[in-house]
């Protein structure tokens, strides 16, 4: 069974950059889905970034767009989040999660991915 770890948490100021990390164990990475959510206080939870499996199809919510970086190191089994120019509204915790079987596409990624991490805390002050 596949299990996820992030790592990156941190305090940064607007402006700043932070770059979020996912170690997966138990499968090779290389054959999942993957994505990043957050969570903020009193919001709804929603997709970051995901990236489709097959042909490497990649969805950016607007508010990530041209500041937010998806990426995969299969030799490594992570994937990771690069974040720059960071906001105050993108305080929330980040989720890494990953899916054999879930392929997003570039206009839609939802939550239907089967293992998730354990979430990692980014707050940005201004």
């Known amino acids: 069974q596949l299990q996820l770890v992030e790592s990156g948490a941190g305090l940064v100021q607007a402006g700043g950059s932070l770059s979020l990390s996912c170690a997966a164990s138990g499968s090779p990475l290389g054959y999942y889905s993957i994505g990043w959510f957050r969570h903020a206080s009193g919001a709804v939870p929603e997709a970051v970034s995901c990236r489709s499996a097959p042909d490497d199809s990649t969805y950016y919510a607007d508010s990530g767009k041209g500041r937010f970086t998806i990426s995969r190191d299969n030799a490594k089994n992570t994937v990771y989040l690069q974040m720059n120019n960071l906001k105050p509204e993108d305080t929330a915790v980040y989720f890494c999660?990953?899916?054999?079987?879930?392929?997003?596409?570039?206009?839609?990624?939802?939550?239907?991915?089967?293992?998730w991490g354990q979430g990692t805390r980014v707050t940005v002050s201004s």
């Open positions: 999660a990953a899916d054999p079987d879930y392929y997003p596409e570039e206009d839609r990624c939802s939550a239907d991915f089967a293992s």
